[in-house]
C-alpha cells in the first residue's frame, strides 16, 4: 500500500494520460478545503489501485496550462481519462465508492 499519487504537471501531463492504463487526475490547491478532504482518498486509491490505474495529482496554481487546457473552474475536479480522452469527471468532494465505482468502470472496460 506504499503507492502514492503521483504529481503531475504541465510538463508530464501528456504522457501520463496516454498511459494504457486509465487515469484518474486530481486538481486540486493547497487553500482550498474540499481539497484537503478529497487527498487522503487520493492517496488511498492510489495503493489500493496499484498496477491497475494510474492516480496523480494536479496543483491547479502550479500548472496552469493543463488546468486551463480542461477548463478546470472550481476544485476540487477529478478527471478520469482513458486512452488519452476523459471518460468521466466529478466536480466538488464525494466518498471514496463514488471514484472507486468510476474507477472500476474503466478499469474492467
Not at 503507492?3 to 494520460?17: L, Q
Not at 474540499?34 to 487527498?39: A, E, F
Not at 471514484?99 to 472496460?109: C, G, H, I, P, S
Request: charge should be negative.
Amino acid at each position: 500500500m506504499g503507492n502514492k499519487a503521483i504529481e503531475i504537471t504541465d510538463a508530464n501531463f501528456d504522457e501520463i494520460i496516454n498511459s494504457d492504463k486509465p487515469v484518474l487526475v486530481d486538481f486540486w490547491a493547497e487553500w482550498c478545503g474540499p481539497c484537503r478532504m478529497v487527498g487522503p482518498v487520493v492517496e488511498e486509491l492510489a495503493g489500493e489501485y496499484e498496477g491497475k490505474a494510474i492516480i496523480g495529482k494536479v496543483d491547479v496554481d502550479a500548472n496552469p496550462q493543463t488546468s486551463a487546457k480542461f477548463g478546470i473552474r472550481s476544485i476540487p475536479t477529478l478527471l478520469v481519462f482513458k486512452n488519452g480522452q476523459v471518460v468521466d469527471k466529478q466536480v466538488g468532494a464525494v466518498p471514496k465508492n463514488v471514484l472507486a465505482q468510476k474507477l472500476d468502470a474503466q478499469v474492467t472496460a
